[in-house]
């Protein structure tokens, strides 16, 4: 008997909640996947704008945006339906990318064609309103959690913005050198992390008003191209292009620890990483072999690869 519950216990940690869903942009084919986690299985497919990447979902979980890299809009999907509810349209702004979907029901995307960030407003029949960045490839996007600080990586110009949300304006540029793309804030939003695609490293930063100091350079695998914080803030990942690797960080310490192989290739074009909300798991979007790659976290031990559609990039789990 003993030896049967323990059984059962090992499947209940290993497996993901019967409910949650994966959500994949598949680029390549302008489509959003919709993966069962508790069996693997593709639930079905829903077509999107053009070349859809990041994908945020609303504070309920039960809806899904979308950005539509290779235009100028963004799609809201109804998970349990499965299907398309509205599409947001945000010309002239265009080329959205990052995307962050706050508690109050504001979607905060990146338009990098625009050099701008552009604010969506759910609440208010989806007004749109814009702030310029004036910087170049203005790619992804962090929020604080208060929803008063965006922070925008901005590939071509080497730099990190800083945006007041509730102003509406940007307060300056942090000079972070090579070519930033991967950000992210730790949990307690004091210490803000850019990856370098060119240097192979990560940097953080503190996110005093005032400063925004230089805190710690950590060596990664080459193009660190996303970096995600756990939800229990005790670790930093990134995802390498390159070496189709994770480079797992101590947040404390600010220390590498290890590198976990993954993809192994960098023609797999391994991209977006997404902790679960209970972060013992990590999903790996390989982009090149049209799958994502479930790893246990934080032993990184690949425990299986899902099928989605072509290019899949972009990531969301809906509960």
């Known amino acids: 008997m003993k030896l049967l519950a323990l059984a059962a216990l090992l499947v209940t940690t290993a497996m993901p909640a019967a409910a949650e869903t994966l959500l994949v942009g598949n680029k390549g084919e302008d489509s959003l996947s919709f993966v069962d986690l508790a069996t693997g299985k593709e639930l079905g497919r829903a077509a999107t704008g053009r070349m859809p990447h990041e994908i945020a979902l609303s504070p309920d979980g039960r809806q899904a945006a979308v950005v539509a ?17 509205r599409t947001i349209d945000l010309a002239p702004n265009a080329g959205p990318h990052g995307l962050v979907w706050l ?3 504001r979607l905060i995307a990146t338009t990098e064609r625009s050099r701008s960030l552009t604010i969506v407003d759910t609440r208010n029949g989806d007004a749109v309103r814009t702030i310029p960045t004036a910087q170049e490839a203005t790619h992804m996007v962090a929020v604080s959690a208060d929803g008063q600080r965006a922070y925008t990586a901005n590939m071509r110009s080497g730099s990190v913005s800083v945006i007041d949300l509730k102003a509406g304006r940007k307060l300056r540029d942090i000079p972070v050198g090579g070519e930033p793309e991967a950000i992210a804030l730790s949990r307690d939003g004091k210490i803000l992390w850019v990856g370098d695609n060119k240097g192979a490293r990560v940097q953080a930063f503190s996110t005093s008003a005032a400063v925004h100091d230089p805190l710690a350079t950590v060596a990664t695998g080459g193009r660190p191209i996303r970096v995600a914080v756990s939800p229990d803030g005790k670790w930093v990942v990134t995802s390498d292009l ?3 690797s994770l480079t797992l960080i101590d947040a404390r310490t600010r220390k590498k620890v290890r590198s976990v192989p993954v993809s192994g290739t960098a023609d797999a074009q391994q991209v977006t990483i997404l902790f679960s909300a209970d972060g013992t798991r990590l999903y790996v979007a390989e982009t090149g072999r049209d799958q994502v790659a479930e790893i246990a976290f934080p032993s990184g031990k690949v425990l299986r690869r899902l099928a989605a559609g072509k290019a899949g990039d972009g990531l969301g789990i809906a509960p």
């Open 242 to 244: 390159e070496a189709g």
């Open 69 to 85: 890299y290779g235009a100028a809009s963004i799609d809201i999907f109804d998970v349990a339906a499965r299907t398309r509810v």
């Open 103 to 105: 508690a109050d029901g």
